[in-house]
T-cell receptor, first 113, second 110 residues
Framework: GAGVSQSPSNKVTEKGKDVELRCDPI?????LYWYRQRLGQGLEFLIY????????KSGLPSDRFSAERTGESVSTLTIQRTQQEDSAVYLC???????????FGDGTRLSIL | RKEVEQDPGPFNVPEGATVAFNCTYS??????FFWYRQDCRKEPKLLMS???SGNEDGRFTAQLNRASQYISLLIRDSKLSDSATYLC???????????FGQGTELSVKP
């Protein structure tokens, strides 16, 4: 498709399990961003990729969170030993370059039991 | 203090009303400002950028006051389809990350 694609759309898992969230950006977009949105809150920035490098990881809330990007395309956000406070919608956005308009995916709704 | 602050609302208005949302930001060095719209359980979508001179797009007018670090959005002749959450957004200084306010919920009633 032409837009940002995220999978899975919904994920329910038990506390303590690891989860992987995937983002397929728009083809040709060099910049990729991960955000988190808790219920009733605005989006919180997590990490930014330019190409395969992450010059800004300042929003990752703890060392349980990590992300990578390969082939200047797909990105994976991994959360280890999930906690209930990790429950949120995780949104990915991509743009042609840093500072260009960002296009968001539909998000992954993560629920930790 | 949050970097971007908005009144969460909700704002309940009748069709045809004019409604205004306000937002303040804490980083005086911020350069780029936006309003995004987010429908229930959907991703945010860019509504409009905000320019220093103020800008208008149809029924929507955005204004920026750098001295007061204040951004506004005015919606005229509101429609039922305007019901959504409106997010005030400031671009961070590094790498283009976006800093979002909590959002203001608008409900337009018949």
């Amino acid at each position: 498709g032409a837009g940002v694609s995220q999978s899975p759309s919904n994920k329910v898992t038990e506390k303590g399990k690891d989860v992987e969230l995937r983002c397929d950006p728009i083809s040709g977009h060099t910049a990729l961003y991960w955000y988190r949105q808790r219920l009733g809150q605005g989006l919180e920035f997590l990490i930014y990729f330019q190409g395969n490098s992450a010059p800004d990881k300042s929003g990752l809330p703890s060392d349980r969170f990590s992300a990578e990007r390969t082939g200047e395309s797909v990105s994976t956000l991994t959360i280890q030993r999930t906690q209930q406070e990790d429950s949120a919608v995780y949104l990915c956005a991509s743009s042609l370059g840093a500072g260009q308009p960002q296009h968001f995916g539909d998000g992954t709704r993560l629920s930790i039991l | 203090r949050k970097e971007v602050e908005q009144d969460p609302g909700p704002f309940n208005v009748p069709e045809g009303a004019t409604v205004a949302f306000n937002c303040t930001y804490s980083n005086s060095a911020s350069q780029s400002f936006f309003w995004y719209r987010q429908d229930c359980r959907k991703e945010p979508k860019l509504l409009m950028s905000v320019y220093s001179s103020g800008n208008e797009d149809g029924r929507f007018t955005a204004q920026l006051n750098r001295a007061s670090q204040y951004i506004s959005l005015l919606i005229r002749d509101s429609k039922l389809s305007d019901s959504a959450t409106y997010l005030c957004v400031v671009k961070g200084n590094q790498g283009g990350k976006l800093i979002f306010g909590q959002g203001t919920e608008l409900s337009v009633k018949p």
